[in-house]
């Protein structure tokens, strides 16, 4: 334990403004409770969380009511308090942690950071943890740290050294894209009796595979619990909870879950599809094998992208090969009956393979994962798509579409929303696109009277006009604003928040 000196008035033991002054001070991206077991060691310690997704009012109150000798933050709220309360007292502090430095950083951080680290005393401790090192982390060390040292963690072993755990077994299996779905449902259901981490290249891919799935027949009442950046705070919340009470089970989700979540128990990761970033792959299998234990991981490969698996070995990350299952159910036909049964099935699929088409474009991996190598058909096949969505890279032909047979004796239009407010809604939504076609195509017998409105407008500078249109559009964004903050509160949910918005259907 730091020996403790007294920086001030107390209050039941604590700290307190005018004299509030921190000895630890972390930036932190998971929950307190991943600190908790760690503080409660050291006698009359008071910590306090402040990350968004709360008043910041609420936690300046606190602050100045209560005090606290450890905070745990995000950078953003950190740095909005610090400008708001002027008489934070911070020439105690021995200890600032910056955990996942790099991602930090990534993020856009790097501005708030150097306020921040700017307003502390040169006197301190700081660390900088991360499983990867950056360019930017070490030009913060420069610059924020004195009398650094880097201290490397790496498992010797017979064939060198390696940046993963020696418990952890990492494994690639080189699949075709169309059985894809069904090699990932026979790895489900050879390890029901497992905790899993899926992840997958988007929020659309989360969305969709956490709905389809659910409703195959070999993986009924198997927990399968969505987790991504869009879901309110709230609601990611309550679906880590979840994930983190199940001894076995499967947790959905995106690189948003590569870092900062320490779940027991995890035994396998699964990725279905190579990280956008190489370097969150060591963050992505780091989710299992912890503090000791066993673990295992296997990535997705398509038969163009073997070359990934040399790329991680030069990055000191062994792979070893995983047979594809020559007993896996073909799960594309129920995927297909899904999608007919229920319109968000269909869109959400749609949606799902734009996004890795989008995903692969901006890929750092570009030399090994090409987006125009990608098999578009054979994709959609293993999606279950009863047709290829309407997108430029299907209209100019840039993608293959080899291996994709379009739905028969379907009609699009026809196919319904399970959910019946939806389904009323899109019946609304169709009458008035067909009331507004129908107005256009009825023959004009007389002039339109002209429009005040319009005419009112010629009659304006163009300054008055530019004016005008900029409030409108200022309307606009302070309506998208507000329903994007209802969202991110979990007061409406991603379905409601599309409708609200009007977005138009990927078909």
């Not at 077991?37 to 402040?50: D, N």
């Not at 290829?388 to 032909?397: A, I």
Request: hydrophobic share 35%.
């Amino acid at each position: 334990m730091l020996p403790w000196a007294d920086p001030g008035p107390k209050r039941n033991g604590y700290f307190v403004n005018p004299k509030f002054s921190p000895r630890y001070f972390q930036i932190l991206v998971p929950p307190l409770n991943v600190a908790l077991p760690f503080i409660s060691t050291l006698p009359k310690v008071k910590t306090m969380l402040l990350v968004g997704g709360t008043e910041v009012k609420s936690d300046i109150t606190k602050i100045e009511e209560d005090g606290a000798n450890v905070l745990i933050g995000t950078p953003g709220r950190l740095f909005d308090i610090m400008e708001r309360i002027e008489s934070l007292d911070f020439r105690d502090l021995e200890l600032l942690i910056l955990d996942e430095a790099d991602r930090l950083l990534d993020m856009g951080f790097q501005n708030q950071i150097n306020s921040i680290i700017s307003r502390l005393p040169k006197l301190r401790r700081t660390g900088l943890f991360s499983a990867t090192q950056t360019e930017a982390v070490k030009e913060l060390a420069k610059a924020g740290l004195r009398n650094t040292k880097r201290v490397n963690v790496e498992i010797q072993s017979k064939s060198g050294t390696s940046k993963t755990p020696s418990g952890l077994h990492i494994k690639y299996m080189v699949c075709e894209a169309e059985k894809k779905s069904s090699q990932l449902v026979d790895l489900i259901v050879k390890n029901k009796s497992q905790k899993m981490i899926i992840y997958f290249l988007s929020c659309d891919c989360v969305d969709y595979w956490g709905v389809v799935l659910p409703q195959l027949s070999l993986l009924k009442g198997h927990p399968l619990i969505p987790f991504h950046g869009k879901m309110g705070q709230k609601t990611r919340d309550k679906a880590l909870a979840s994930f983190r009470s199940l001894s076995s089970g499967v947790l959905l989700c995106t690189d948003v879950g590569a870092r900062g979540l320490d779940i027991p128990g995890v035994d396998c990761i699964v990725q279905f599809d190579p990280p956008q970033d190489p370097k969150v792959f060591v963050h992505r299998v780091g989710r299992t094998a912890r503090l000791g234990r066993k673990g295992s991981a296997i990535v997705f490969l398509m038969p163009k992208e073997e070359a990934y698996v040399e790329f991680l070995r030069i990055r000191k990350v062994p792979l070893q090969e995983r047979e594809c299952s020559s007993d896996a159910v073909d799960v594309v036909p129920q995927l297909r009956d899904a999608a007919k049964n229920d319109r968000d099935v269909m869109e959400k699929g749609l949606r799902s393979l734009v996004s890795i088409v989008n995903a692969y474009k901006k890929h750092e991996c570009s030399f090994i994962l090409r987006w125009k190598e990608l098999e578009i058909g054979k994709l959609a096949t293993g999606h279950g798509l009863l047709k290829l969505p309407s997108v430029s890279e299907v209209k100019r032909h840039s993608l293959s579409t080899e291996g994709f047979t379009p739905a028969k004796d379907v009609n699009f239009e026809e196919i319904k929303f399970k959910n019946k407010s939806r389904e009323k809604q899109r019946k609304k939504n169709m009458l008035a696109k067909k009331s507004e076609v129908k107005e256009k195509q009825r023959p004009q017998k007389h002039k339109a009277a002209p429009d005040n409105q319009s005419t009112d407008m010629k009659k304006k500078t163009a300054r008055q006009r530019h004016a005008v249109q900029t409030k409108e559009d200022g309307d606009d964004l302070t309506r998208e604003y507000r329903l994007l903050r209802k969202l991110k509160r979990g007061a409406i949910d991603d379905d409601e928040y599309a409708r609200l918005m009007g977005a138009d259907d990927l078909l």
